[in-house]
T-cell receptor, first 115, second 118 residues
Framework: AQKVTQAQTEISVVEKEDVTLDCVYE???????LFWYKQPPSGELVFLIR??????QNEISGRYSWNFQKSTSSFNFTITASQVVDSAVYFC????????????FGTGTSLTVIP | GAVVSQHPSWVICKSGTSVKIECRSL??????MFWYRQFPKQSLMLMAT?????????EQGVEKDKFLINHASLTLSTLTVTSAHPEDSSFYIC??????????????FGNGTRLTVT
């Protein structure tokens, strides 16, 4: 079974619009970690955020914000006032305490911001 | 911050030859390194986990004789694609887990290697 589901395969928005990328995860562990990574066309993975299962406080970093809801097993990512440079593939990932260092990646959401 | 260097960034080779990809942790000791493969427009698929000084653990479906992984030191892991074929063409990414971090620290990723086998 897929541990991390990113239902949105591709999203296109016009510059300055807000956009939310969905992430739903599945785990039986009580201790786990959730991540978002950005992969621009050049290919490298850029770390955006890590959130542990005991911290449901939402986080804002500039134009980025994350909404962690354990009740719905979701960890959604919102970009406010999107810019062309935000165009990339975004991956949500899960790491479980039980399996240690192994990461489970979602299938990614390709975001295109149209100028 | 921690940096993982992956080399080469891209390589083109002829079918039947072998290619070695290096993954180095530049400012921390990487006890565990991971190798991922990514096909175009797809997610990262874990190929193997390597711990320094021991044999790599391969994921199901990954040929260990095809993809040789060596993790001889705390700063270097290598992936060798042996007798490469066009279907091995892909984007390969390494990541490292540092001793400075706890197990829940973010993975540090290399910039990836784009392999094209002609």
């Amino acid at each position: 079974a897929q541990k991390v589901t990113q239902a949105q395969t591709e999203i296109s928005v016009v510059e300055k619009e807000d956009v939310t990328l969905d992430c739903v995860y599945e785990t039986r562990d009580t201790t786990y970690y959730l991540f978002w990574y950005k992969q621009p066309p050049s290919g490298e993975l850029v770390f955006l955020i890590r959130r542990n299962s005991f911290d449901e406080q939402n986080e804002i970093s500039g134009r980025y914000s994350w909404n962690f809801q354990k009740s719905t097993s979701s960890f959604n990512f919102t970009i406010t006032a999107s810019q062309v440079v935000d165009s990339a593939v975004y991956f949500c990932a899960l790491s479980e305490a039980r399996t240690g260092n192994q990461f489970y990646f979602g299938t990614g959401t390709s975001l295109t911001v149209i100028p | 911050g921690a940096v993982v260097s992956q080399h080469p960034s891209w390589v083109i080779c002829k079918s039947g030859t072998s290619v070695k990809i290096e993954c180095r942790s530049l400012d921390f000791q990487a006890t565990t390194m991971f190798w991922y493969r990514q096909f175009p427009k797809q997610s990262l698929m874990l190929m193997a986990t390597s711990n320094e000084g021991s044999k790599a653990t391969y994921e199901q479906g990954v040929e260990k004789d095809k993809f040789l992984i060596n993790h001889a030191s705390l700063t270097l892991s290598t992936l060798t694609v042996t007798s490469a074929h066009p279907e091995d063409s892909s984007f390969y990414i390494c990541s490292a887990w540092g001793m400075r971090g706890s197990y829940n620290s973010p993975l540090h990723f290399g910039n990836g290697t784009r392999l094209t086998v002609t």
